[in-house]
């Protein structure tokens, strides 16, 4: 049995009634008493997709007309597309005073200002804690438990999959071999381009920098390279000294008031907490004017941990 703060803690005060859900290619479903998210799921399960009565208004339209408090954005990252059309069906929310919640870093990479802008504008919030490191409580650490305290920088492994397939490369596989088993495995995108470029960790270099650092940074101003390059034979020459080659992330406030930002393959020495995250471990630490620094390390996260991410900025709106 649950106590008091147990349950407040769960967010079982809340009650969610889904109106509305649209997909790229499962179908589109709205109902404005509440949809059967049970039934939806044993559709997708049975089917591939969804049945019965479908919707044929846009996921745009959705946002735009709708009767909701929250509208949940979970689309794919788009770096080509500068976060669209995520950024614009969050815009279409905010805009009517509608709180916003986002796993997607695009949206957050290339249009933070604004969204947030509009959100304080509206009386409403706009959330994105699953946009690093799978729900891990990054920005909720910030803003709740470091008032008063200014971020200067942060480095990390903010990328799983390619933390897999640098693991996989230690014990044998090749790249190739790697990054197929964390397709498979569901890891990785069918096109794991964005992963293996370090597109995605730029990504995420981007929003902890405006997000942390107040800083105008994108994907595309963030010195980045992948793994792509790296050999079998790179990776025996770091175990010879004891390292091991990692995809690192990096954000640091410069003496000029600028942003250093970067994603790129360095050589990790056994002592370092980072060079202990294997397989798709990742890990975070956060540098300010007032404390030592403060790591967050996520052992082998699953979809799971991005959905509680979801959940817990939708309770954090009515708690």
């Not at 919030?125 to 946009?131: G, I, Y």
């Amino acid at each position: 049995m649950m106590n008091e703060r147990s349950e407040q803690q769960a967010g079982m005060g809340l009650e969610f009634r889904v109106v509305g859900v649209f997909t790229r290619s499962r179908g589109n479903v709205t109902d404005p008493g509440g949809l059967d998210t049970r039934k939806l799921l044993d559709d997708i399960s049975s089917h591939g997709r969804f049945t019965g009565s479908l919707s044929d208004i846009t996921p745009l339209e959705a946002c735009l007309k709708l009767d909701y408090d929250v509208m949940v954005e979970l689309s794919p990252l788009a770096v080509a597309n500068k976060g669209e059309p995520a950024a614009s069906y969050i815009t279409a929310a905010l805009e009517r005073g509608k709180h916003a919640v986002t796993a997607n870093k695009g949206s957050v990479a290339f249009a933070y200002p604004e969204l947030s802008r509009m959100a304080r504008d509206n009386g409403c919030r706009f959330l994105f804690e699953s946009t690093v490191m799978d729900g891990a409580p990054i920005f909720n650490l910030a803003d709740r438990c470091m008032k008063g305290n200014v971020i200067t920088g942060f480095y990390g492994i903010l990328n799983s999959t390619t933390n897999y397939v640098l693991t996989r490369m230690e014990r044998g596989a090749s790249m190739a071999e790697a990054v197929r088993e964390a397709i498979e495995m569901g890891s990785a995108e069918a096109d794991p381009s964005d992963d293996i470029d370090g597109w995605d960790a730029a990504a995420k270099v981007s929003v902890l920098s405006r997000a942390l650092l107040g800083a105008d940074v994108t994907p595309f101003d963030v010195r980045r390279s992948g793994i792509r390059d790296v050999s079998p034979e790179m990776i025996n020459d770091a175990a010879s000294f004891g390292k091991r080659l990692k995809l690192i992330c990096r954000g640091k406030r410069t003496e000029d008031g600028g942003i250093d930002a970067s994603v790129g393959v360095e050589e990790v020495s056994s002592g370092d907490i980072l060079a202990c995250l294997s397989s798709h471990d990742s890990g975070i630490c956060l540098e300010s004017e007032l404390m030592a620094p403060i790591m967050v390390v996520q052992k082998n996260p699953t979809p799971n941990d991005t959905a509680f991410g979801v959940l817990e900025d939708m309770i954090s709106i009515y708690a």
